[in-house]
């Protein structure tokens, strides 16, 4: 237990940020490097305004037609991505870790929240499972590399609703809860999580093509 | 052959059956070295973060699907826009190129006749990812294979010979805008289509389809340029074909030299704008595609589509009508010049200005299905005309709907999307008209 | 579908009140006598894992300590350990008065310097000795 506790929170918490951080760089730099010797159009088209404005459509809920045709999936999806990173950041249990590592510390929030808030991802989680599994249209795209991604992502927050409501082996629970959140931030650079860096530029080029070229909404 | 026909009605795929010479003997001489070469040369060459980041940040979550008139008339997942991704370049670029003919075969009919390339999945995806370019690419591997279909292939091939889409010649070309005069003066005494008239206000170029079958829509323009008394001038020789084909089989270099030859056409004349009838593809192809593959960020001379023209000429009262069109219409707006370059609005304008009983189709403007005939789907011709016309399901639909509210007669302003809903509207028993904006000014036309 | 997918959307609303309410009305700290360092700030912050009751008597005993510098440790000016002094009769936020809760002399407000030093102490020596808890909830119990 001692052991485990160093090495993951030890040598192991260092690789994941240097994987998480080095990765991300590398894959996003990469990506860039690509784009300015194939894809110049990108940078030429590329309009801060359009993007902006494309984004923001596409950041508020029921902002575009495609989130009042699935509004199920809005509401979840919203909510999901919202508590996926508000409660690991704000929890009271990790900021006291930043104070006690890096002696920097700030807002958190009360237990109940945090508690429903992971609750919410978890759910969530079933509800993606849910239509991966039964929606035809999800389950054909859907590979086993989702499945996998899904579980990555849920992972750490069942295992810190078990711990933090102290189920059976919730102590040994804590080194798996500790693995699984290293887990999922090493897997973000080479999986489709990626997606969170990308989705500025993504959305920000259609919503610049359509805007300065195409002048038609996009949302 | 019949054997390899056979094959390909595999469960997984969304084919029945393949009937079209140009792909099936086109695959005839494929071998797998070959295809993982042109693959990798198109996908190191031609490709680069763009396309890796379409395939790789979709997170398959399936909204895309409501995206696409073809998953929505057919409620089959093989149809969604990201169904498509998978079953071409997302298999492509994790096999790294190492597909088979048979592949290549199905993979050139999803992308070829499966995808209208409307752009319209783009506004569903959250992520903005622009399936009409993957599926763009997964064509120009096709191309590169001479994997095409039969039809379309032929209309590339006249692009390549005679610089215009129907094989016209170029004394038939002149002959034919003659005969048109001649034609109209009848309507309208001393009319004339002026030739290669150096500094003209306004070039007049058309698709290769009119000459060759629609004549009478150079008629009309004619009498309506007569009619506001516009500068204007069309081409005697090659340069008049605003259409490009070869931007749809995937044949850049080809798209390239006609769209060189179109815009040539107009600044050798020294013209002051080009303005272009009402077609869609060939917008796209002049304002969108070919300049930039030209190098021109926007095109090198303003290009107006006829909906902006016409729509131009009943602002500045330059026109004068006898009285509104009265029969209840409805609007299609059609891809390339709506999600294309906005006009949704000026179109609006310009059925306020010229008919008296206007009915939404919903949805509309940006959000308006495609009529299942563009990017070339059409052009692929009778092999995939009923899986063309079954995948239009939806947008007959959506017809009825303002049929019921009234609407009669269904304005198109784009050749493309006349073909297509020709189609459905026979097939699906719509019983409406179909118009050009240019056939209801011409018929409402107050002539001096 | 479209009641359907209404009727998971409100599932899923009232499964999160439920679980709200259930999870905010729970908890009452049962009170024993403990060594305290700032009970009244750790019981009354929502946000808090539960406080701890350490049993410093029971504690050294199990642990076998014998000199109070082992926890109650002096540093001088320099910053260096000072060996064989001890400090039970200060407390750590004479020292270690990182917030403003010690400066203000409200002890109700949960000084997070003072908790994040008091972790430190217990499971930096506790790996070192690789005994005794080191989770968070091997300490704080419900």
């Given at each position: 237990?001692h052991?485990?506790?160093?090495?993951?929170?030890?040598?192991?918490?260092?690789?994941?940020?240097?994987?998480?951080?080095?990765?991300?760089?590398?894959?996003?730099?990469?990506?860039?490097?690509?784009?300015?010797?194939?894809?110049?159009?990108?940078?030429?088209?590329?309009?801060?305004?359009?993007?902006?404005?494309?984004?923001?459509?596409?950041?508020?809920?029921?902002?575009?037609?495609?989130?009042?045709?699935?509004?199920?999936?809005?509401?979840?999806?919203?909510?999901?991505?919202?508590?996926?990173?508000?409660?690991?950041?704000?929890?009271?249990?990790?900021?006291i870790l930043w104070k006690e590592n890096f002696n920097i510390s700030?807002?958190?929030?009360?237990?109940?929240?945090?508690?429903?808030?992971?609750?919410?991802?978890?759910?969530?989680?079933?509800?993606?499972?849910?239509?991966?599994?039964?929606?035809?249209?999800?389950?054909?795209?859907?590979?086993?590399?989702?499945?996998?991604?899904?579980?990555?992502?849920?992972?750490?927050?069942?295992?810190?609703?078990?711990?933090?409501?102290?189920?059976?082996?919730?102590?040994?629970?804590?080194?798996?809860?500790?693995?699984?959140?290293?887990?999922?931030?090493?897997?973000?650079?080479?999986?489709?999580?990626?997606?969170?860096?990308?989705?500025?530029?993504?959305?920000?080029?259609?919503?610049?093509?359509?805007?300065?070229?195409?002048?038609?909404?996009?949302? | 052959?019949?054997?390899?026909?056979?094959?390909?009605?595999?469960?997984?795929?969304?084919?029945?059956?393949?009937?079209?010479?140009?792909?099936?003997?086109?695959?005839?001489?494929?071998?797998?070295?070959?295809?993982?070469?042109?693959?990798?040369?198109?996908?190191?060459?031609?490709?680069?973060?763009?396309?890796?980041?379409?395939?790789?940040?979709?997170?398959?979550?399936?909204?895309?699907?409501?995206?696409?008139?073809?998953?929505?008339?057919?409620?089959?997942?093989?149809?969604?826009?990201?169904?498509?991704?998978?079953?071409?370049?997302?298999?492509?670029?994790?096999?790294?190129?190492?597909?088979?003919?048979?592949?290549?075969?199905?993979?050139?009919?999803?992308?070829?006749?499966?995808?209208?390339?409307?752009?319209?999945?783009?506004?569903?995806?959250?992520?903005?990812?622009?399936?009409?370019?993957?599926?763009?690419?997964?064509?120009?591997?096709?191309?590169?294979?001479?994997?095409?279909?039969?039809?379309?292939?032929?209309?590339?091939?006249?692009?390549?010979?005679?610089?215009?889409?129907?094989?016209?010649?170029?004394?038939?070309?002149?002959?034919?805008?003659?005969?048109?005069?001649?034609?109209?003066?009848?309507?309208?005494?001393?009319?004339?289509?002026?030739?290669?008239?150096?500094?003209?206000?306004?070039?007049?170029?058309?698709?290769?389809?009119?000459?060759?079958?629609?004549?009478?829509?150079?008629?009309?323009?004619?009498?309506?340029?007569?009619?506001?008394?516009?500068?204007?001038?069309?081409?005697?020789?090659?340069?008049?074909?605003?259409?490009?084909?070869?931007?749809?089989?995937?044949?850049?270099?080809?798209?390239?030299?006609?769209?060189?030859?179109?815009?040539?056409?107009?600044?050798?004349?020294?013209?002051?704008?080009?303005?272009?009838?009402?077609?869609?593809?060939?917008?796209?192809?002049?304002?969108?595609?070919?300049?930039?593959?030209?190098?021109?960020?926007?095109?090198?001379?303003?290009?107006?589509?006829?909906?902006?023209?016409?729509?131009?000429?009943?602002?500045?009262?330059?026109?004068?009508?006898?009285?509104?069109?009265?029969?209840?219409?409805?609007?299609?707006?059609?891809?390339?010049?709506?999600?294309?370059?906005?006009?949704?609005?000026?179109?609006?304008?310009?059925?306020?200005?010229?008919?008296?009983?206007?009915?939404?189709?919903?949805?509309?403007?940006?959000?308006?299905?495609?009529?299942?005939?563009?990017?070339?789907?059409?052009?692929?011709?009778?092999?995939?005309?009923?899986?063309?016309?079954?995948?239009?399901?939806?947008?007959?639909?959506?017809?009825?709907?303002?049929?019921?509210?009234?609407?009669?007669?269904?304005?198109?302003?784009?050749?493309?999307?006349?073909?297509?809903?020709?189609?459905?509207?026979?097939?699906?028993?719509?019983?409406?008209?179909?118009?050009?904006?240019?056939?209801?000014?011409?018929?409402?036309?107050?002539?001096? | 579908?479209?009641?359907?997918?209404?009727?998971?959307?409100?599932?899923?609303?009232?499964?999160?009140?439920?679980?709200?309410?259930?999870?905010?009305?729970?908890?009452?700290?049962?009170a024993k006598e403990c060594f305290d360092i700032n009970k009244e700030s750790v019981e009354?912050n929502?946000?808090t894992r539960?406080f701890v009751c350490f049993e410093h008597d029971a504690h050294n005993e199990k642990a076998s300590i014998e000199s109070c510098d082992r926890c109650h440790h002096v540093y001088n000016e320099k910053g260096v350990l000072v060996d064989g002094e001890s400090s039970e009769d200060q407390s750590c936020a004479e020292c270690h008065a990182g917030g403003a809760s010690t400066k203000s002399g409200d002890s109700k407000v949960l000084d997070i310097d003072l908790a994040a030093k008091y972790h430190k102490l217990c499971r930096d020596c506790h790996l070192t000795e690789k005994k005794g808890p080191v989770?968070c909830?091997e300490c704080h119990?419900?």
């Amino acid at each position: 237990m001692h052991d485990l506790y160093s090495f993951f929170t030890g040598p192991f918490a260092w690789l994941t940020f240097i994987v998480f951080i080095g990765g991300s760089v590398w894959r996003f730099s990469s990506l860039w490097q690509l784009a300015q010797k194939k894809d110049g159009h990108v940078f030429e088209y590329m309009d801060t305004k359009f993007a902006l404005r494309s984004i923001a459509h596409w950041l508020v809920p029921f902002g575009s037609r495609s989130m009042k045709l699935n509004p199920a999936m809005t509401v979840v999806t919203f909510l999901f991505h919202i508590c996926l990173f508000i409660t690991p950041i704000f929890v009271f249990g990790h900021v006291i870790l930043w104070k006690e590592n890096f002696n920097i510390s700030w807002f958190t929030l009360p237990n109940a929240v945090a508690d429903v808030m992971t609750f919410i991802v978890i759910a969530s989680c079933i509800f993606f499972l849910w239509r991966r599994i039964t929606l035809p249209e999800v389950k054909y795209l859907t590979t086993p590399s989702d499945f996998v991604i899904l579980f990555i992502v849920a992972a750490p927050f069942i295992t810190g609703f078990w711990v933090y409501h102290q189920f059976a082996g919730s102590a040994f629970m804590t080194i798996i809860h500790i693995i699984s959140g290293e887990v999922m931030l090493m897997a973000i650079p080479f999986t489709k999580l990626f997606h969170m860096f990308l989705f500025p530029f993504t959305r920000g080029y259609i919503g610049s093509e359509f805007g300065g070229v195409r002048m038609a909404k996009d949302w | 052959m019949s054997e390899s026909n056979s094959a390909t009605e595999s469960k997984n795929s969304g084919i029945k059956k393949i009937d079209d010479q140009g792909i099936l003997k086109g695959v005839e001489g494929l071998t797998p070295e070959k295809i993982e070469s042109v693959i990798q040369q198109v996908i190191t060459n031609e490709t680069g973060a763009r396309l890796k980041v379409y395939v790789d940040t979709c997170v398959h979550c399936g909204l895309c699907s409501k995206g696409c008139h073809y998953y929505l008339s057919l409620n089959d997942p093989k149809f969604s826009p990201a169904g498509k991704v998978k079953q071409t370049l997302a298999e492509i670029m994790q096999k790294k190129g190492k597909v088979s003919p048979e592949f290549i075969k199905q993979a050139a009919v999803i992308a070829y006749t499966q995808c209208n390339l409307c752009k319209r999945c783009a506004m569903y995806c959250p992520f903005g990812l622009d399936v009409a370019y993957v599926m763009s690419v997964m064509r120009r591997i096709c191309h590169k294979l001479g994997v095409v279909p039969l039809y379309i292939q032929d209309t590339a091939h006249s692009h390549s010979v005679t610089m215009n889409q129907m094989w016209v010649k170029d004394d038939e070309w002149v002959d034919t805008l003659m005969w048109q005069e001649e034609e109209a003066q009848e309507a309208f005494e001393n009319l004339r289509i002026p030739l290669d008239i150096e500094g003209a206000d306004l070039f007049y170029s058309v698709i290769g389809p009119e000459p060759k079958f629609r004549a009478q829509l150079i008629f009309q323009a004619a009498v309506i340029m007569n009619a506001v008394g516009e500068n204007w001038t069309m081409p005697s020789m090659p340069g008049w074909d605003n259409s490009d084909m070869c931007m749809f089989t995937g044949d850049y270099e080809m798209m390239e030299r006609l769209k060189r030859c179109h815009f040539e056409s107009a600044l050798n004349l020294r013209a002051k704008r080009i303005v272009m009838g009402e077609c869609g593809h060939a917008f796209r192809s002049v304002y969108d595609v070919g300049n930039r593959a030209l190098g021109w960020r926007m095109p090198p001379i303003e290009i107006i589509h006829a909906i902006d023209y016409f729509n131009e000429l009943f602002e500045q009262n330059r026109i004068k009508i006898k009285k509104k069109f009265d029969t209840p219409v409805t609007l299609h707006d059609p891809c390339n010049v709506s999600r294309g370059r906005g006009l949704h609005d000026k179109a609006r304008n310009l059925v306020n200005a010229t008919c008296s009983n206007f009915i939404e189709m919903v949805p509309n403007r940006e959000h308006n299905y495609c009529c299942s005939a563009g990017g070339g789907v059409i052009n692929c011709g009778p092999p995939f005309k009923n899986a063309r016309v079954e995948s239009g399901k939806e947008k007959a639909r959506q017809l009825l709907e303002a049929k019921e509210k009234g609407a009669k007669v269904v304005i198109a302003p784009c050749h493309n999307c006349h073909g297509g809903l020709e189609d459905i509207i026979h097939h699906y028993n719509v019983g409406m008209e179909l118009k050009f904006f240019g056939d209801i000014i011409y018929e409402i036309l107050d002539l001096p | 579908m479209k009641r359907f997918i209404n009727n998971v959307v409100a599932a899923f609303v009232v499964a999160i009140i439920g679980v709200s309410l259930a999870v905010i009305s729970y908890g009452t700290i049962n009170a024993k006598e403990c060594f305290d360092i700032n009970k009244e700030s750790v019981e009354s912050n929502t946000n808090t894992r539960a406080f701890v009751c350490f049993e410093h008597d029971a504690h050294n005993e199990k642990a076998s300590i014998e000199s109070c510098d082992r926890c109650h440790h002096v540093y001088n000016e320099k910053g260096v350990l000072v060996d064989g002094e001890s400090s039970e009769d200060q407390s750590c936020a004479e020292c270690h008065a990182g917030g403003a809760s010690t400066k203000s002399g409200d002890s109700k407000v949960l000084d997070i310097d003072l908790a994040a030093k008091y972790h430190k102490l217990c499971r930096d020596c506790h790996l070192t000795e690789k005994k005794g808890p080191v989770a968070c909830v091997e300490c704080h119990k419900k």
